[in-house]
């Protein structure tokens, strides 16, 4: 459906990355918005700045999508200020990039209480209030698709991410709720930047195999998507043919590639 045919939408994660420039970009095509995330006041000036008309509502939350019933309240309160959403668009998620034996187990379970429990509490939320015809997509990975060197608990909850919206599809489908599942590869975004910073050579090794994209790219390429109602919508042209690899070579070949790769970055120079 047209983005243009929506009205209202709600976007988790929404104060920084994609999900700042998927609230914006709804913002300048005329839709109500409303964002969720941690640091809510870093959204509203640029939603404010973006919209068409004054008349356009823009409001921001502070939630933690880990928590139920915190999401419940913030898009009950949503729907009173802004009206039922046509499309909520889950980016709220966390990284962690450390080798397993690196990985404390409170790290493990937080990244899986953010990115997969939070996924499945923001659709407990949105699916009640979707409005006929409406969306519900989930941000998850590439990483989703490919394991990937010290990403343990980052790929576990995205793969966790993509069952999860494989069914949803099934189940909302006769309800006429729209279920995508976003998998970007590397994206230009405050978080990766952090993750450059920490991550071990060998993630960075793998990583180079897809590619990075700038925001803007990857956000039209979701919108596009999102409008032409895709289920799995992988934004960057390494990215697809990654996850195509991944998923149709046979796997002493893929698993061959990772491990030649792991051994090539792990040399002491």
């Known amino acids: 459906m047209p983005i243009d045919a929506w009205s209202c939408a709600y976007v988790t994660g929404g104060s920084s990355g994609i999900g700042l420039e998927m609230a914006r970009r709804c913002a300048d095509r005329g839709l109500d918005v409303a964002v969720f995330s941690r640091r809510p006041e870093r959204a509203l000036e ?11 509502r823009v409001f921001a939350y502070a939630t933690d999508v ?45 990244v899986i209480a953010v990115n997969l429990v939070g996924s499945r509490n923001v659709a407990a939320a949105a699916v009640p209030l979707l409005r006929p015809g409406g969306t519900l997509a989930l941000v998850a990975s590439l990483a989703g698709h490919v394991g990937c060197y010290g990403y343990a608990a980052y790929a576990a909850s995205k793969f966790g991410v993509i069952g999860l919206a494989e069914v949803l599809r099934i189940e909302l489908a006769t309800r006429g709720i729209a279920v995508a599942v976003i998998c970007p590869p590397e994206v230009e975004t405050p978080m990766v930047e952090y993750e450059r910073k920490v991550r071990p050579p060998q993630t960075t090794a793998m990583k180079q195999l897809a590619g990075t994209l700038a925001v803007g790219p990857a956000c039209s390429a979701i919108l596009r998507g999102l409008e032409r109602g895709r289920f799995m919508i992988i934004p960057g042209r390494l990215a697809r043919a990654t996850a195509a690899l991944q998923r149709y070579a046979p796997r002493r070949i893929t698993q061959g590639v990772a491990d030649w790769i792991v051994a090539r970055s792990s040399r002491v120079p």
């Open 66 to 110: 880990s928590d139920a019933t915190a999401v419940r309240t913030a898009f009950d309160r949503a729907t009173a200020d802004c009206g039922p959403p046509d499309l909520v668009f889950n980016s709220a998620g966390i990284v962690s990039a450390r080798a397993f034996d690196a990985l404390p187990g409170e790290e493990f379970a937080r």
């Open 46 to 56: 640029t939603l404010r700045a973006a919209r068409r008309s004054k008349d356009q």
